[in-house]
């Protein structure tokens, strides 16, 4: 990492713990949240993973199979927090909320900061581009190598390491911090692509909100220290929250054989595949690199 992409980063992370300003957390267990009677969760808008309906509903692979693991174990009212994805983290480890429910991608570096429950969902990397695709970018190496492409990624996203991992340019990446953003930053010219997992995606571009937009195809994925790049996701919890974790891993082991998970899964229209090679992963293995 260049001095710069460090400075930016840890800059970055500074203002969010700042803009949290809040004491420093300390373990919560599930008899805690059974005794208060609520759970605060954050999410970040993102479909289908988490996001919030015109009504004010939590909704999304995330936050659905949260809500139902949590009454499961007797906790049955849910506080949701909507807040930028930077901000997801430093604000769970600073006691501003008990989880985050946004189905956040785990990895070695992520895992030192906080802890996952086993994984329910997985992508692959995709970008959005202007249809038709005016800059023919098939991959991140066609980022590279074009020097006048620009790309958008979120602040604070496991694609911005990997952005980083191609030496692409940090004079070509705009940061943004709000998914609904993405869209006109690219037909606006501002960005010729952005980033964005394949089930996000395909989700955007069905739901007939955004015209003018396509997915790069075909698409070569992203390889990073040796490995396709695929991404494994569950909920997020403080690292010292060992005992809520695990009781939330016990009943999502139970939850996933279920057909009310099978339906969230379908509902949000995820791939068969989507959740098969999460089911055979754990977050443990993540971790470790694997």
Request: glycine letters at 6%.
């Amino acid at each position: 990492m260049t001095k710069t992409w460090k400075t930016l980063v840890l800059g970055l992370a500074t203002a969010a713990v700042t803009a949290i300003s809040a004491v420093a957390a300390q373990a919560v267990t599930l008899d805690e949240l059974k005794e208060r009677g609520f759970v605060r969760i954050a999410i970040h808008n993102e479909p289908p993973y988490a996001f919030t309906t015109l009504d004010g509903t939590a909704a999304g692979i995330g936050p659905e199979v949260v809500t139902a693991v949590l009454n499961k174990l007797g906790v049955s009212q849910i506080d949701w927090v909507v807040t930028p994805f930077s901000t997801l983290i430093p604000g769970l480890q600073a006691g501003r909320w008990d989880m985050v429910g946004a189905q956040q991608s785990i990895f070695p570096e992520r895992c030192q900061q906080v802890s996952f429950s086993n994984p329910t969902s997985t992508a692959a990397e995709a970008l959005l581009v202007k249809a038709g695709n005016p800059k023919k970018l098939h991959s991140y190496d066609d980022i590279k190598n074009d020097a006048t492409a620009k790309i958008a990624v979120p602040t604070g996203s496991v694609q911005l390491k990997y952005l980083q991992a191609y030496g692409i340019p940090e004079d070509r990446v705009v940061l943004f911090s709000n998914h609904a953003d993405a869209p006109e930053l690219v037909l606006s010219g501002r960005v010729d692509a952005y980033t964005i997992e394949d089930a996000a995606a395909d989700l955007l571009l069905r739901s007939g909100k955004v015209q003018g937009l396509e997915v790069a195809d075909p698409f070569t994925l992203p390889v990073v220290d040796g490995k396709p790049v695929i991404s494994y996701a569950g909920s997020t919890f403080k690292k010292e929250d060992t005992e809520l974790r695990d009781a939330y891993n016990k009943e999502l082991a139970e939850f996933v054989k279920t057909p009310e998970f099978a339906a969230i899964v379908e509902k949000n229209g995820l791939r068969p595949i989507s959740t098969e090679r999460a089911l055979a992963m754990t977050a443990d293995r993540r971790c470790a690199g694997e």
